[in-house]
């Protein structure tokens, strides 16, 4: 029987409490802060990287530093957003400010790194700190006589639909050898703004400033970052037959399988990393023995959701660089004084 | 001036302070905590956010022996040597996740 209490430090999963095991050596939790056994101890894996998601172990560290990049990532990374809109003219059913806090919301496709913190909100807008688009549109009646006898309201009128498409980017002074159409324009095309009728009509002015989630959560990189405690399962008790496909059944898909062994079936443990930590076992008196639910306690498995405006690695660079400058200038305010 | 120290009282002195920090938060406190408290010279070592309307946070050290700034350099330095070696091994992770994506295609 593989022992629990190995050298990870581990929560144990009871049926109506937590524990936590004893470990045969000192773990992160508990020991002195040294940057050289850190470095040792200290692994990543990446699992999975995609456009817009990325998931990674960070293993053997301490919780502080996993939540310090969570809170970092979601509230101090920079992004654009949409902060100030003149409207020239709106005559939809659409009130004013809720059109204008509505537009603030839409994620915008720009590259945060290369703009500067508008220093003072009531200063003109320039080129190094604002993006400005306009929303020009106008809905008439479609006079298309093909469609005459339909009653969508697509085919009745034009425009009737304002989506996040409609918006178009108005580069200010060198923006436009700066940056690529493709690059400064809404992520998603197909967010509906407002609903309009014959003579309705929307002239908005838009400017997008830089800005952290701390200020507005619309200037947030990220849709969600969340990390998770790897769980795993060790079946302590052999379990055949039924029961073992009743133990099966109590955990997620995929994690517990069953071995066939000259006609016996026993249960294993296949892969526990995607395991929810229901604790259904706990329904059967003859399996509640038999398993021991833990989750080890310095592998953080940790998921970046981004909204795409960077790829999820490059949000995760700029929280480990946010996190190191601030240190710095706090370290030289220090030595100065 | 982003680090301040709090007014002396009879709990003040070279070992023992509480610093106060502008525009700082959990995000910072609980790490510098977290770093700080387990130095074995270390007697006590806590943070509290005030008031959270205001951006301000309050660091307390006590040492058995040594300066608290010292400690608090100490922290700082810690910190961004963790992030120089995060950077390092998720670069060198990330390369070596592409490597090998592109060699399964």
């Not at chain 1, 990870?8 to 004893?22: A, C, D, G, S, W």
């Not at chain 1, 002074?173 to 407002?194: C, M, S, T, W, Y």
């Not at chain 2, 700034?69 to 922290?75: C, F, N, P, Q, Y």
Request: hydrophobic fraction near 35%.
């Amino acid at each position: 029987m593989e022992s629990i209490n190995d050298d990870k430090p581990r929560v144990i999963l009871n049926e109506y409490k937590v524990t936590q095991n004893f470990p045969n050596t000192t773990t992160v939790l508990d020991d002195t802060f040294e940057i050289k056994k850190f470095k040792k101890k200290f692994k990543i894996v990446i699992i999975r990287n995609e456009k817009y998601e990325m998931e990674f172990d960070m293993i053997g560290i301490h919780p502080f530093l996993a939540n310090t990049f969570r809170r970092i990532m979601l509230s101090e990374v920079p992004s654009m957003a949409i902060e100030k809109v003149h409207i020239l003219n709106n005559t939809s059913i659409i009130q004013d400010e809720v059109l204008a806090h509505r537009l603030g919301l839409i994620p915008l496709k720009a590259d945060p790194r290369l703009f500067e913190n508008k220093t003072d909100a009531n200063a003109e807008h320039n080129e190094n700190d604002s993006l400005e688009f306009e929303l020009k549109i106008k809905c008439s009646n479609n006079k298309d006589q093909s469609i005459k006898n339909s009653s969508r309201t697509e085919d009745m009128y034009k425009n009737s639909n304002v989506y996040s498409k409609h918006i178009k980017w108005v580069p200010i002074g060198n923006q436009k050898d700066k940056f690529k159409e493709q690059d400064v324009r809404p992520i998603h095309d197909d967010i509906l703004i407002a609903k309009m009728r014959p003579g309705h009509e929307l002239d908005l002015k838009l400017f997008a400033t830089k800005s952290c989630g701390k200020d507005h959560a619309k200037f947030s990189p990220v849709a969600t970052v969340f990390y998770r405690l790897l769980p795993d399962i060790k079946i302590i008790k052999e379990v055949e037959g039924e029961a073992a496909e009743r133990l099966v059944k109590c955990f997620s898909p995929g994690v517990i399988s069953i071995r066939h062994e000259k006609g016996k079936k026993t249960a294993v443990v296949n892969n526990a990393r995607y395991d929810t930590g229901s604790r259904n076992v706990f329904r059967y008196e003859d399996l509640k023995d038999a398993v021991v639910m833990t989750k080890v306690q310095d592998h953080f498995i940790f998921s970046i959701e981004s909204v795409g405006a960077m790829q999820p690695d490059v949000i995760f660079k700029e929280s480990i660089n946010l996190l190191k400058s601030k240190c710095l200038s706090l370290l030289e305010d220090l030595n100065a004084s | 001036m982003p680090i301040a120290q709090l007014a002396g009282s009879e709990t003040t002195n070279d070992s023992n302070k509480t610093f106060v920090f502008k525009d700082e938060g959990h995000t910072l406190g609980n790490a510098l905590r977290c770093v700080i408290s387990s130095y074995p010279d270390v007697l006590f070592c806590g943070y509290t956010v005030p008031h959270p309307a205001e951006s301000k946070m309050h660091f307390r050290i006590q040492m058995k022996k040594g300066k608290a700034v010292d400690a608090l350099k100490r922290g700082l330095d810690d910190l961004i040597k963790v992030c120089d070696v995060t950077m390092e091994k998720f670069n060198e992770e990330f390369d070596n996740f592409n490597e090998q994506a592109t060699m399964s295609i």
